[in-house]
């Protein structure tokens, strides 16, 4: 018996639909979110920290083999300049040859995070690649990035706790912080070598939304953290994609509109997307999506 809801099938089969890979045919596509859609926030994000944990143990195998009977010392370094890519320091000091510490998730890291910004009075919300992940289509992403709201006078305080904790905070990036021409604070973990982009948020209108708007998921078995709304996300996705013309961007606004069709904002969509002039990118997204 076909369920009821696969009927809708036929109505967004059409030319305008979009599906998220080249490869992946329309039914396929509206198929597969309504199965996300049949899943709990919980279990979708359950799904998407093993989804992160395997590809790392995929990674490190793959290093291990290539580097057989190798020391600790030489795969770790190896599979940190993997994970970091082009953010690895060569004054990186990573402590601990535990190699089950290495494979850590966005979320485990997001939480652990929270309770430094809590403890510091620092209000934040996870965003990017994560965020598009827990409102939309579920994803690999290489690092976490939040939105964080600190005054100059408690970057120090911020930095201090940060490091008391195990995190390595370049000297060069915490300056420009303090002197004020850089707005982006990359941090990894000496242990775990979880990596994330603090980004300090400004004074516009947009961005003191954004922060009003955060959710704190704070769900039974899922460590609690703040992350931008759904309707913030997709906006704030669309603004990097504008300029970029990034694809992974306007896949994740995709996903989420697909996934989140029935709960969205679209009263508050419509009038940030005006403001922001958004709003042809976001009427295509709408058809793209089907909606």
């Not at 305008?16 to 709990?40: C, G, K, P």
């Not at 535990?98 to 939480?111: G, H, N, R, V």
């Not at 004020?180 to 004074?203: F, P, Q």
Request: charged share 25%; with cysteine; hydrophobic share 40%.
């Amino acid at each position: 018996m076909v369920n009821n809801n696969l009927v809708s099938t036929k109505i967004y089969s059409n030319l305008n639909y979009r599906s998220q890979a080249s490869d992946t045919n329309i039914e396929a596509d509206i198929y597969m979110f309504f199965r996300l859609r049949q899943l709990s926030l919980t279990q979708r994000l359950e799904m998407f920290m093993t989804h992160e944990r395997g590809i790392k143990k995929l990674c490190l195998t793959g290093i291990k083999f290539r580097h057989r009977g190798a020391s600790v010392e030489k795969i770790r370094h190896e599979f940190i300049r993997a994970l970091l890519a082009e953010k690895f320091r060569g004054d990186f000091q990573p402590q601990g040859n535990d190699e089950k510490m290495w494979i850590q998730d966005s979320i485990t890291l997001a939480a652990e995070l929270h309770q430094i910004f809590e403890s510091t009075n620092i209000p934040y919300y996870v965003s990017g690649g994560v965020a598009a992940s827990l409102h939309g289509e579920p994803r690999s992403t290489r690092d976490l990035d939040l939105v964080i709201e600190v005054q100059p006078q408690k970057i120090n305080l911020l930095v201090a706790t940060l490091e008391s904790a195990g995190y390595y905070c370049p000297a060069g990036a915490v300056e420009g912080l303090k002197q004020g021409s850089e707005r982006m604070l990359n941090i990894t973990h000496t242990e775990t070598i979880a990596n994330a982009d603090l980004y300090l948020s400004d004074v516009s209108p947009f961005s003191v939304s954004q922060m009003a708007r955060r959710q704190l998921i704070d769900l039974e078995g899922i460590p609690k953290f703040w992350v931008a709304s759904a309707e913030d996300t997709i906006l704030q996705k669309l603004c990097w994609g504008k300029g970029s013309q990034s694809e992974k961007q306007w896949r994740d606004v995709l996903g989420i509109l697909k996934l989140q069709a029935e709960t969205l904002d679209y009263t508050y969509l419509t009038q940030w997307a005006e403001s922001l002039d958004l709003i042809d990118d976001f009427s295509q997204a709408l058809t793209q999506a089907g909606l």
